[in-house]
């Protein structure tokens, strides 16, 4: 069995990777650890874990917090890994981490990420950059492998977008110095702690745009982008929250390069994703929507063509929650610990 | 007072406007006319409008439906107007349509949009499409005057489309052969019908896009954007439906010319729309979502250029059922009947 | 025109009290003050009122807030008004409160409803409580006149149970030491501050029962009964919330005393308000739900007798920000200055 | 592997039998049938099981649709599984009816609930009554065993009902001629079929009471509650729909015997219950909802006395699809095919 250990174990992100392991024939939770809450059961904190997970909240300075696991999951805010991994993986465990501490794989990059969303730009453990791999199975597989230590999970909104671009770059279909994510979330985005425009009378029947400049999901698509390219990428990213609590609704635009037609695309699309389990696509007749991977790790993807227009336009659906963080991070644990990437995710949400 | 009949009077669009004439101070109620649930009240049909209006919902052939009136209202579907409209007009009685029927001034334009949408290209009153006014204020107010006697009402995504593109496409901000409108309504939009996709249980938690292509709303956004700019306009579309009842947040992408920047395009919508009582104007800080036009007649557009990647976006903001239905069509009629643009419409909705 | 203050203006009650106000005819806002968000403007914080109300919230320590009023409101929690009254009536204002500070005429009663729900039991002004009047306009209208300075607005949860059970209680058509009130209410009742609990992801799907002992609106509801029947009355009172943000529907039960038929409780309903103009009747065959009053200040009872069981159920509807709070509030004060009961709230809400 | 066919699969009560029979280590779907929707495979009906379940929606005429199996399920309307069951018992299946059919053990009963509720008092099966057994494993454990054959599954407002009051029937705790059951559903319980009342727009923001008389599912509880008592039972029930899509919300009292108080009601609800895997019991000190229930098989009871209006309130939580309806089904299968009775069920829902 893979012990496994959570930092930052209360938050949307940990119950969900609680719910996906107790489902999970090969591991077992060997600790949650948090900087608040501390002292409670998960089952008080979540009572529909009640009979399933009754393991306490401990704190970082408690010595049961420190016992021995294969893999630590931080599912923690920005600067809480990068400050932490280097302990935990001179202790022999793997380190998956929700943030943006190790999506980039050198100090340069995370620098300018950083600056771009007003964070510090000095990395606090820069030589583990380069062996931190990042967290997208479906782009690099080949890099998430039994030797790989040290994954930064993909960020929600860059999932969608980059599953949802992906094959245009790599098939140069469209012009990759002008592309438009428009990108409508539900609230469990922005997580669990109650906030004014998350109360539910101020969110009900509220559609609202918002952070429109520096998002820290953007550069990560770009580079991923990038890198499959071969060339520059440049997008306009337009984050907006939704009355739902779970799904990521992500439109995605590009203007079509001369001779690229329908045909072309849709081969592209499906060379690039028909080995990718979680991705199914279809096209701009399928009836459907993000109840349709609520609560699986799917991505369901419309590739569309607007031939009137030369556009390209793809509309990618995930659970903000599943494939976009705890399913995810636990595809890319499969993948690490040497287990088939569907182990413990391979099945439907609930519906309706 | 000014009599007011409406046809289509049992849907949304019709207890829209009853709520709204109930509160004008210049109008009264003549009747109310529909091919379904005839016979009972309007109180009956909506039960919050009890002590309010217990107008029964006349059949087209009852002779209480030919009352006379000074502005028949047309809430009903495509085709409806335009084989009633000719007798109305020349009872003596104005007419304002919400479909499609008289948006456009010719038959061959009525003819392109037709196609377009996979509807019957002959019109069946072709000859009073030259005296139809669009039914925009902020655009046309000064062709809706008292001389005016037909309307073609604004559909409810191409208000805020249009609102929100037009001082950019008069500037010349942005290359107008390559926009974006990416769309989302509440439930409301799709009218009263029961329908699979819009019953509750497969409603709520679902965001999803639909008709990709041929959506009735484009054409008449083209051809506003174009009499602006006085050049061709083509914009990719995509209408979204999410879990709100009520609201349309449009996001609206284009590409900024070279030398135009921030300032420019800020002084454009100002000039363009400071003279427009029901458009408010707003930089990307402010912290405004449909909840805030909720019940109201107002626009509010969130303009933003994001200059790293040299793009133009607006955010606009209706509420689909006031400025995106019968609220924009009482301003017509104000307009038309030559009262205050403003009258029965100047007041906020009510919040949360 | 009457000049209005309110004290405790940022929440949901003051803006639900701004909002009628701007609607009410002889009515001028003179002060808004609170204690929290000072310097703000009433339109930054809730944006939808842009244009129609820019006042600011004042400190109370602000030389402005102590500009003379006619009537002042306090829509505060316990213990403010209390505090407070006594000065402002000195200053020649009338008050009105939404807490349950003068919701009982005597110190004695004050004590034991604060016991009940474990609050300080000595009230800070006691020599106020003679001349305070419960402000139920259905039920106290001969006490709510220009000569009342002090009114205890009832409590929300209150209002449909006494309007519902009221004419039971006058005509003795039930058991009263065994009522059953089952309340279900929508999440703005708790107002606009976020918790855990009101929490969009954590309140969407969420029904639940809460605070089953010790609710503060019992006691009130107990008294009013009391005094309409001239004997003891006892009830059960469990307060629900659920995923809707407006709305309150009440569930209440009595056992029918021997000989009591449908006839005689449906003559009983209809004697005891027939002549309240915003309590409206409905047998058990209506199709209506608390949609029907949102918006508005009505209450709706569907009166039904099961005569297989021998029960009293009434089920009444209302919006807790109006009948249920300032809707009901304005009432009061239209009395008390004078004016008819209706002035500003006689109005249908919006639908849907 | 138990061969598994459902008839009446295209509707929620069959789909969520299919996922939970995904999940279940010892069946196999052999046939999906139905009226409607005849020729698509379930992955079309429902997007979510693409790659899960692409079995075609048979009509009952198909030939493949008479392919044998172990147990049958009808997730059909009243009146299906009584003229179809002998036929299926008869080719050596088990049934396993959703219905009212199969619900009561002889015919003059099934006479007197179908002529309350406005049906044929007369059974089409009436000889297969006797061996019927009421799905409720909790209080009917020991009459569903590998010799049971038929299973008249337990009505989804009945189930909280039952499990709610039955300790208070067994222990003699309250007076059994008086209790009231004042019961929230989400929509999903009224089904797939859209209907203008559970229409988005219509639905949202809406509460109300329906069916105050006559509703199908007071006569169970009642029979139910009487064989656990001994006694007579008369209840009062009123069902009502919220918006959420799923949960039971079901508020129950009853007036407390003399000499009963709160230990004694502790003590006789978990004596009754605590053998009894799915349901947990709280006080009133829980901070539980419907969404603490959500996707999972569990039915969870806040107990509570109020001393000061002597009253028994249990308030039981469920969700109307799982343990009001297919997990309950399947629960029954499991201790009719000899599995543990928590085979499949044995899980948490997702949280939020």
Known sequence: MIKVKIIGAGGYGGVGLV?????????EIVALVAQTETGRRMDELYPHLQGFC???ILPPDDPAAAVSADVVFFATPDGVAMQQAESVLAQGAKVIDYSGDFRF??????????RRIGKDPVHKSPDLLAQAVYGLPELYRDRLTPDTRLVGNTGCFAIGCILGLAPAAEANLVELDHLICDCKSGVSGAGKKPQPGFHYPARYEQMNAYRLQGHQHVMEVECALQQTAGTDVCLTFTPQ????????????YGRLRPGIDRNAVWDA??????????????????AIGTQHVRGSNFCNLIVDVDERTRTLRVIAHIDNLVKGQAGNALQNMNLICGLPETTGLDRPGQYP
């Not at 050198?106 to 990420?113: D, G, H, K, L, S």
């Not at 929250?241 to 995605?252: D, M, T």
């Open 19 to 27: 719910e996906l392991l107790l489902n999970h024939p090969e591991t």
């Open 54 to 56: 009754d393991l306490p």
């Open 105 to 114: 794989q050198n100090a340069a990059t995370y620098a300018e990420y950083a």
């Open 241 to 252: 929250v939704v009355p739902a609590c779970r799904g990521i609704l992500s439109s995605l």
């Open 269 to 286: 699309y499906h060379q690039f994703h028909d080995d990718n389990y979680f991705v199914r696509i279809y096209d701009r007749s399928a």
